[in-house]
C-alpha cells in the first residue's frame, strides 16, 4: 500500500501541532499490548518508522509475532483519527539505523535509540468518531 498525503499529514509532528500516537502489538498467544510512542514518523511511500528507546515488551512482541498497529490523532483539526497496520522489520544495525539514531539523539542525546522499528503499512482505516469511522482508506 502506498501511504497516502492525508495519512502523512495526520502523521506529521510538525504540521498543525503536536500528535498522539499508540503502538500496538501482541504476543504470539495474542494477547495485546500499546505503547505510547513519541519517534516516529513516516519514512517513505510505504513504512513508518519508530525508534525504540524503551520498547521491552512490544520488542518482544514483535520478535514472536511481527506485525502491529499504529493509532494517529492530528490533522489540521488536531480531531482527524487514523489506524494503519502492518508487518515489522526490527534492526539495530544498517543505514536507516544510524539515520533513526541520529534523530532521537539529535532531539536529547540521553535517548538510547537503541533500535528502529520499520511498519510496512499494508491497510489503513479511518478511526475518526462518526459515520466513516471503520472505513478502510
Sequence with gaps: MSISQQIKDIFDQHKNGPRIFAL??????????????????????????????????TLANIKANPVAAVYAMGGENGKECIQVKGKCVYEDSGKDYEAAKEMAHSVNPKYPAKGLVKIKVSCAFNTTPGPEAGNKI
Design 24 to 57: 500496538a502489538t501482541a504476543d504470539k498467544k495474542g494477547i495485546p499490548n500499546v505503547v505510547p510512542i513519541g519517534f516516529l514518523w513516516v519514512a517513505n511511500d510505504e513504512e513508518i518508522w519508530v525508534v525504540d528507546n524503551y520498547l521491552n515488551k
